[in-house]
Nanobody, 123 residues
Framework: VQLQASGGGLVQAGGSLRLSCASSRRTFTNNAVAWFRQAPGKEREFVATINWDGSSTDYADSVKGRFTISRTKGKNAVYLQMNSLKPEDTAVYYC?????????????????WGQGTQVTVSS
């Protein structure tokens, strides 16, 4: 599965962005998908995950109530709606697909990764 993340950009604090994750070469409709992020000088961090049919989601505490991960069952795309953005959300955001259908925050369960999209939040 080859993934492509898009939708990043520069936004002021308090603003919103919507990230998209898609695959043009192979479907991931039966796979759990997650978003991770990595800021300069920091380790990769789990952001959100969703299971194969969208019925179960999980979020990092730092984004709960502000970010929403979603997908439409049977469609080859996953989204991350990010509201009330903060400067500390600045990072490269990566989408990743698991071999399993049920979601997990463990990045080692995700063998398929996109190239990342930069999100920059100015104060």
């Amino acid at each position: 599965v080859q993934l492509q993340a898009s939708g990043g950009g520069l936004v002021q604090a308090g603003g919103s962005l919507r990230l998209s994750c898609a695959s043009s070469r192979r479907t991931f409709t039966n796979n759990a998908v997650a978003w991770f992020r990595q800021a300069p000088g920091k380790e990769r961090e789990f952001v959100a995950t969703i299971n194969w049919d969208g019925s179960s989601t999980d979020y990092a505490d730092s984004v709960k109530g502000r970010f929403t991960i979603s997908r439409t069952k049977g469609k080859n795309a996953v989204y991350l709606q990010m509201n009330s953005l903060k400067p500390e959300d600045t990072a490269v955001y990566y989408c990743a697909a698991a071999r399993r259908s049920w979601s997990t925050s463990d990045y080692t369960e995700y063998p398929y990764w996109g190239q990342g999209t930069q999100v920059t939040v100015s104060s």
